[in-house]
């Protein structure tokens, strides 16, 4: 019965992604399992985990989302796909509270790197010492650069269709979703992938994974970090040379470069008895 209900769970899992145009969330899987009730329970979500987790069908993005290996997506070759690599300067570090000061974008196609935007976005926020020294960006040199409300059709256009891949995908995409939110704007639907993450399982023998130095181990230009369009530019580089890398480990689709380091063991007992018993209840 236990069994049979996690089976009939995973299947319903599977045909929701592999229907769908981009990957989902854990919470929006759990409503389409347990219902609107039910899907922003925690103990709902660990569930939903647990049974994707244990199925190596299902692929878990950068940005913590789910599809499925099977998805159109994930079957895109690696060099088929096209990549928009965004990096933002911001105020600081909290969601909600700090705000975008700098964004930079380029564009990879066929291990062809283009930029395609670096700007200074205006804030009536004060950018506060500390960002100043890092980024070298003050108050007065924001000055009549354009709001972040005026760069926005220009940066969903060149967002559009893409993959999104940033250095630390977990800070960038939410700081950006955010920033697109509170002026009710949607970002499109994007799948997140991470030099950070891909490089720990590409280069597990490099004793350091900052931007910095993967950009001087790749021999990348990188002559002013902290500075949007210079890191874009860099993390650019350094997602050429992951696509090489894993080209040559004999990855060919995305869905195999997400796999890297991917959970694909069978669920615990007890998330074995929690899924049972959330079907139950």
């Known amino acids: 019965m236990m069994t049979n209900d996690l089976t009939a769970y995973r299947a319903e899992a599977y045909e929701f992604l592999l229907g769908g145009q981009i990957p989902m969330s ?7 399992l347990f219902g609107a009730h039910r899907h922003e329970m925690p103990e709902t979500q660990v569930v939903v985990r647990a049974l994707l987790q244990a199925d190596p069908r299902f692929v878990e993005t950068h940005d913590r989302c789910w599809t499925v290996l099977e998805s159109p997506l994930m079957q895109k070759g690696l060099l088929e796909a096209t990549y928009a690599v965004v990096d933002l300067e911001t105020t600081g570090s909290v969601i909600g509270v700090d705000e975008i000061i700098e964004v930079g974008v380029y564009h990879v196609r066929r291990g062809r790197i283009s930029r395609k935007m670096g700007t200074r976005v205006w804030t009536d926020r004060p950018i506060p010492p500390w960002v100043a020294r890092l980024t070298g960006i003050h108050n007065d040199d924001i000055e009549g650069a354009p709001t972040f409300s005026d760069i926005a059709p220009k940066l969903l256009k ?19 979703r955010w920033e697109f939110a509170r002026r009710g704007l949607s970002l499109p639907g994007v799948t997140g992938l991470c030099t950070l993450q891909l490089s720990r399982h590409l280069w597990p023998e490099l004793t350091s994974r900052s931007l910095a130095d993967l950009a001087s181990h790749f021999q990348i230009a990188h002559a002013n970090p902290h500075r949007a369009a210079d890191d874009a ?26 796999s890297l380091g991917s959970r694909v063991d069978a669920a615990s007992d007890e998330e074995q008895k929690l899924a049972a018993r959330s079907a139950e209840s």
Do not use: K, M, S
């Open 26 to 32: 854990t919470p929006a899987i759990a409503r389409r």
């Open 233 to 258: 530019g860099a993390t650019a580089g350094v997602l050429t040379a992951a696509l090489r890398a894993a080209r040559e480990q004999g990855l060919d689709h995305l869905g195999q470069l997400y």
């Open 158 to 176: 060149l967002l559009d269709g893409h993959v999104f891949v940033a250095h630390d995908i977990r800070f960038d995409l939410p700081f950006l």
